[in-house]
Structures are given as C-alpha cells and as structure tokens.
C-alpha cells in the first residue's frame, strides 16, 4: 500500500542496485559547530549529548567494525546484499578534509558498502568538502542529508538551530552543482508552529531542488532543554492523531518523484520521556497509510509547481 501513497526509499533502492539495500548507521565522533562554540553552545534544544548517535566512536570501534557488525545483522534480518555507511550522530562534514575522506574510505572499502549517506547541518557545506565528495558521487552512490527542521527563521532561532533558512538553500544549491543528491530534514511538533506552520515547510520543500524527505515527530529525551521545557509545561508534545493528520497532508504538497526516506523517527527506548506513542513505530506506520487511504490522499496530490 506505501508504494501507492507516496515513493519510498526501500523501491528506490531496488531500482538503482536490484536487491535489497540497507543503511548501516555509523557513529564518526565527529562533532558540531552548534555544540562546540563556533556557532553556539549546547546544540539544538531536542539534542543530548549523544547527538542521534550509537555511542559507538566513545567505546572505540573503528568505521569498519561498525559496517561488519551492521552486515551481519541486517543481512539476517532483511536478507540485504548491499549496503549504505549512514554517518548519522552530530554532523559529519564538520571536519577537516583528510580526516572526513579516511572516514569516507574506510566505510567504502568494506565488502558490499555500495555508498555513502551522510548527516549534517546546511552550514557545514564547504566548497572543498563538496567538490570531494561530487568526485566520490562518480562511482558510488554519496548522499548529502541536510537538516532543516523548518522554513521559519523564527522557529529555527526558537530551537536554538544556529542557522537559518538562508543557509539550507544555499547549501542546496551549491550541493546540486555537484549532482549530489539531497535528502531534506523536517520536525514536526515544533515549539510555537502550527499545522498551518508545518505545511509552508512542505511547500518551501516542494520548490527546492531536493530529491528526499525524512520527516521526523519531534520527541522528547533525557538532558536536552527540551525536557525541561516539556517537565514544566513550557511544551505539549502532538498526540498521535494529529501527528498522522499533519503528515498525511505534508506528503500530499511534496512533488511526486520526491523519495520519502521516513515518517517517524527511532527514539532510543531508555533515552525517551515522551510521547511514549513514539516507540510504536509500526503502529504509527501503519495509521498514517491508513489515514491517507481514508482521505484519499497521496504524494503530490496537493502540489502545484509556481
């Protein structure tokens, strides 16, 4: 049923290498400009100390150790025959540029890692860093994922993002030069945005040259400011309901040929405080093709090109 209702990762992966294809997600120990002081201190306000990361860089294990730990797993569980090095904790072109290619060569001369998608923040696209990874692009398949969380400047200085909206879409840009295929990232349930809020997101998305989404509810976890806004009344996370509702109608603004990469995020079990909903992620999956099929909704079925 997803296939009908919007363009999924899975089937354009299987498109491109003919088989089953996995992302193994890799912990670098890098850092970010937003943690560290170069843009500011403490990070996004959803954000701990871990970063979305596995931990895997602070108990040592190698780039490699990583990839093979994560081949055998998913090679049992999905049967995949390929696989992609996701360097998602922090932001993984923060860096300098013969650190960051070590890293990137080391994932790609594992057996069977057919490519590279990398996490990190539209201000940590530097020229060098672009034009290497464009020349990797030639003979692997490299991914840019690029976080934007939303198309309010207001809201982006709410959550501490450290840039503005101006930066994702002149990383876009200078990204797209290099035929280096973007995926955008979004959080719904923001401070202060509304639905109506949310949806300019979709649209703003929906003009820019990006070949992917991941959409992510924005949860609440231990040792981030925004636990301590939510423990205090200061924030009301989204009810399920409204979650699937919002993310039926963001889907049905994007262009059709835009691939959906996800609809929810994975918090970690003991890291969560709230909603608890949130865990539930194939429930939470499966209500929101559903309620597209109830609505009649589908990818592009909203949008109209200026």
Known sequence: MAKDLYRDFNSYLREVFGCRVQKIIIDAGLSCPNRDGTVGWGGCIYC???????????????????????????????????????????????????????????????????????????????????DY??????????????????????????????????????AVERTRRRDIPICAHVILGLPGETKADMLDTARFLAE?????????????????????????????????????????????LLPPEVIIQRLTGDPHPEELVAPLWALEKQKNLNEIQAHMKCRGLFQGKEFTSL
């Open 133 to 170: 990874l464009g020349q990797v692009g030639k003979h692997h398949l490299v991914w840019l994922e690029y976080g934007l969380q939303s198309a309010d400047n207001s809201t982006l200085a709410r959550i501490n993002r450290g840039h503005g909206v101006e930066a994702f879409s002149d």
């Open 48 to 130: 701990n100390a871990r970063g979305s990361g596995s931990g895997a860089a602070s108990r040592s294990q190698s780039i490699s150790d990583q990839l093979k730990e994560g081949k055998s797993y998913l090679a049992k569980r999905y049967k995949a025959k390929k696989f992609l090095a996701y360097f998602q904790s922090f932001s993984n072109t923060y860096g300098s540029l013969d650190r960051l290619k070590n890293l990137y060569k080391e994932a790609l001369s594992v057996p069977d890692v057919v490519g590279l998608t990398i996490g990190t923040r539209p201000d940590c696209a530097e020229e060098k860093i672009l």
């Open 208 to 252: 820019s040259d990006i070949q992917a989404v991941k959409i992510h509810l924005l949860y609440v976890v231990r040792g981030t400011r925004l636990e301590s806004w939510y423990l205090g009344g200061e924030y009301r996370c989204l009810s399920r309901e409204e979650y699937v509702s919002i993310v039926g109608d963001f889907l049905s």
